[in-house]
Structure formats: structure tokens, C-alpha cells
């Protein structure tokens, strides 16, 4: 019998169950994090690990908080604190995915932008896995609704991320709540000063691992631009209309640089959104959910606001302001040109930021490939508009709405074809569907005169 390659899972003391749903989940192989976390982390060591969003860093922390997992014990076993609710939420389903081999696992999120009530119940009803961030699980911890005695795995995801936005004391207190033999698992991008203040209060001899970088790759082109002050905003319209990018994440250092550059899309016809940090909840579920079902083409943030966003195949990052952190950058463009796609990075730079430009080609280990601005020509007929609305359905989970009752509403009542129809997401509260932009008013009046699940509802379209 030949052994298992040192990058296949079964490699690793999982149960066959657990292997078997890893395959039919197109678990295929490793990650460089997977690889380098789960042998500790499966011996029930502490763990201290460095990769960025996108390395399969979920599957590593998930798959050992399964391994301590009693299904049959009805108390919550492991927490797992991040960043942002978005986060939270890719992560629960992550998380449900992997415990499919396991009876009956229930994972329960706990966010703020969303009412108590629904969280107070599913606690009540029993949790083994929490995922939630660190002001709604204090919340909770000081209510008692929570209780963390017979918690055996603890995970701190995106930690950098939670130690920008303030949230030390926070991790702090929650951390001196759980049982002090338990595992703690850590998970961060970069490796500020605060990890190692983490790790020296909380963490027991904690394992250290590390997954360089993934300077960019083949699959990413990476072009430089130079800017005066005065053209950049201008010269983002002229690469969107050269390029044409099904989808664009744009890069801005300052909230303000993005609320400048959407109004200067807008004026040129382009259909962009922002997403900065002090957005309310409802309008951040609402920009992201059009980003990713293709009724927004070009998406402004800020980099504290992109974080733990996971957009599977974006065409092209615009780097509009050079950041002067090169890991950063390195960050930025390697949310393109994933899973084998090509990707495009596209750089803007004045003269003021060559010494920021200068420390990212050191890291890379490359020199920067400048084009001139004058070659940016347009290359298409029309406005760079997204094939796809989004249409906003007052009713979402507490209503007992499902992807497949919105789905026959516009195809078995309304006669739109399966191919009209994009994403759907429903929420605790609202649901989102994307369909092509050309039928969207007429199918959000069509669905106001309707039903869905035998009742009325109120259905708009979102516009900028």
C-alpha cells in the first residue's frame, strides 16, 4: 500500500467520515496553512499562525475544533471570535460544510447589526460551535445567555485585523471566561505587537507557523501607472474603460479618497459602490451582497473595510493610492487571479509614493512594469454597467423565506428563466436577489403584485 502524499489530507489522524466529506467537498489537497497548522493543531496544541485571507486558513482551525467535538454533549465547545460580521458569517458556513460528517453538529453566529432575539433563542435551543464577534459574545457572556465552561478550543481569527479595530480588552475579557485548559487557536495575517502580548497572557507554549506571502503570482499582471495628484481619480475611469473588468475592487488609503473617486465613477457613467468603516451594517450587507451577485462592477474600499471579503473570481484590483505597507499590497492583489484564473493588479503612483513603490518591488523581488497613461484607450461601446440588479424583498429568514420559494415566485409564477437569475441571499430579515438588469423593475412590480410563500411582500430595486 503506498502512503499518503505529505499534502493529502488523509495524512492526518481524521476520521474516515471526516475524509470522505473532505473528498466530496472537492477537499482535494493541502494548503502550504493546512499542511503547516493541522499536525499541531490536531494534537491539541496552542497555535500561533501566520496567512492571509484566501490561504485556507478556515478549514485549518475548523477541522481541529471538529476533532475535539462531542456531538452527543449539548454545550457550547468551541468559539470562534472575528472581525467583522461578514467574516462571521463566511466562516459559519465554512465551518457547517466541514462538520457535515458529524451528527448533528449546530453552530450558532452572534453579531451586533442584528436583533437579540433570534441569538437568545438558538442558544437556547443548544449550540456546540459559536462564531461571532467580540462585542456581541461579551454581550452575551454578560447576559448569561452564553457560557463558555465546556469550551475546548478557542479561535482568534484575523487577530491583527480585531487588535486594529480596538478590540484587545475585548478578547481579553472573553478569553478569562473560557476554562484555562483549553486550546487556543490564533490566526492572523500580519504579526503586530499585540499578537505577542496575546499569546504571552492567553496561550500555552503555542506553536509558531508560517506561510510566506504568495508574492504575486504568474496568474496576476501587474501594471504600474504614474499620476500627478490632479489626474488620478480621472485616470481609474480611463483604466475601467481600457480594461473593462467584469469586476474591480478599487484600493483608496483614506475614506474620504473613496467617496471622491465613487462620485468621479458616477459622473463618468460607471456603476461603482463604496465600502468604508463607518457604513451602518445594513447598508455594508447591501454593498456586498451587489458586489458579489454582479450588479455592482466596481467596488471603492478602504483596506480595514476589505478585509475578510472573499470574492471568488475578481478580474482586476486598482490600486488608487500605493500603500506604503509592501504587505499590504501584496494583500491587496492577491485577491485576483485566485484558483488558477489570470488576474489584473493595476497600479496608480506619483512621484511622492516611489519610495513606497521601491519597498514593494524589494518584498517581490521584482522591478515594476510602468505603462504609459496615454495607451489607456477605450476598448468597448457603452457604460460600463453591470449585467445584473439587485432586488431588496422586505421578509428574509424569520419569515420561513427560502432561496428556492424566491426562485419559482420569478420562474413558475412569474415565467423568467433560471438563467434571468442570479444570486440569492436571505438574511434573518431581508432578501436579496440578483436578476438581469433589463427585466429588474418590471419583475420587482410583478413580485409587489404577487406572493411569495402565499404571502404579499414588499419588493424593490437597488440603485446607487
Known amino acids: 500500500m503506498t502512503s499518503a502524499s505529505p499534502t493529502a489530507f488523509s495524512a492526518l489522524p481524521l476520521s474516515p467520515a471526516t475524509l470522505a466529506n473532505l473528498e466530496q467537498l472537492g477537499y482535494t489537497a493541502m494548503t502550504p496553512i493546512q499542511a503547516a497548522a493541522l499536525p499541531p493543531a490536531l494534537l491539541g496544541k496552542d497555535l500561533i499562525a501566520q496567512a492571509k485571507t484566501g490561504s485556507g486558513k478556515t478549514a485549518a482551525f475548523a477541522l481541529a475544533l471538529l476533532a475535539n467535538l462531542n456531538p452527543r454533549r449539548f454545550a457550547v465547545q468551541a468559539l470562534v471570535l472575528c472581525p467583522t460580521r461578514e467574516l462571521a458569517d463566511q466562516v459559519s458556513t465554512e465551518v457547517r460544510r466541514l462538520a457535515r460528517a458529524a451528527d448533528n453538529v449546530k453552530v ?26 467580540p462585542g456581541r459574545v461579551m454581550d452575551h457572556l ?58 504571552a497572557r492567553f496561550m500555552r507554549e503555542p506553536v509558531t507557523v508560517k506561510v510566506e506571502a504568495q ?49 468621479v465613477l458616477r459622473a463618468q457613467g460607471i456603476g461603482a459602490l463604496a465600502l468604508f468603516g463607518e457604513l451602518e451594517q445594513r447598508e455594508r450587507d ?42 499590504v499590497h501584496i494583500h491587496r492583489i492577491g485577491r485576483t487571479g485566485r484558483a488558477g484564473e489570470s488576474g489584473l493588479a493595476l497600479n496608480l503612483a506619483s512621484l511622492d509614493e516611489m519610495g513606497s513603490v521601491g519597498r514593494i518591488e524589494q518584498l517581490q523581488g521584482q522591478a515594476s512594469n510602468w505603462s504609459p497613461v496615454s495607451e489607456l484607450v477605450p476598448t468597448g461601446q457603452g457604460p460600463l454597467l453591470p449585467a445584473m440588479a439587485t432586488l431588496h424583498i422586505q421578509g428574509g429568514r424569520k419569515e420561513k423565506i427560502r432561496p428556492g420559494d424566491v426562485l419559482g415566485a420569478l420562474t413558475a409564477d412569474l415565467g423568467y428563466t433560471r438563467e434571468q437569475v442570479g444570486k440569492i441571499n436571505v438574511n434573518d430579515w431581508s432578501t436579496y436577489v440578483a436578476v438581469e438588469r433589463g427585466i429588474a423593475q418590471q419583475a420587482a412590480s410583478r413580485l409587489n403584485a404577487g406572493r411569495i410563500k402565499g404571502k404579499g411582500v414588499k419588493v424593490r430595486v437597488l440603485e446607487d
Request: aromatic share 6%; hydrophobic share 45%.
Open 215 to 263: 508574492h504575486a503570482g504568474a496568474q496576476i499582471e501587474q501594471r504600474w501607472y504614474e499620476v500627478s495628484e490632479t489626474q488620478r481619480l480621472d485616470t481609474v475611469g480611463r483604466l475601467l474603460a481600457h480594461f473593462r473588468p467584469a469586476s474591480a475592487l478599487a484600493f483608496c488609503n483614506t475614506k474620504a479618497q473613496c467617496r471622491d473617486l465613487v462620485a
Open 142 to 199: 454578560g447576559r448569561g445567555s452564553l457560557r463558555l465552561d465546556a469550551l475546548n478550543t478557542l479561535v482568534l481569527d484575523e487577530a491583527d485585523r480585531m487588535l486594529d479595530m480596538g478590540f484587545f480588552d475585548d478578547i481579553a475579557t472573553v478569553a478569562r471566561q473560557c476554562p484555562a485548559a483549553r486550546q487556543t487557536l490564533l490566526f492572523s495575517a500580519t504579526y503586530p505587537e499585540g499578537i505577542a502580548q496575546l499569546s
Open 286 to 327: 447591501q454593498v456586498l451582497v451587489r458586489f458579489a451577485n454582479g450588479s455592482c462592477r466596481v467596488l471603492v474600499a478602504t483596506d480595514v473595510a476589505a478585509r475578510g471579503l472573499d470574492i471568488a473570481s475578481l478580474a482586476a484590483v486598482i490600486n488608487v493610492d500605493v500603500t506604503p505597507d509592501p504587505e
Open 108 to 133: 450558532v453566529v452572534l453579531c451586533g447589526g442584528v436583533p437579540l432575539r433570534g441569538q437568545l433563542a438558538s442558544l437556547e435551543h443548544g449550540a456546540h460551535i459559536v462564531v461571532g464577534t
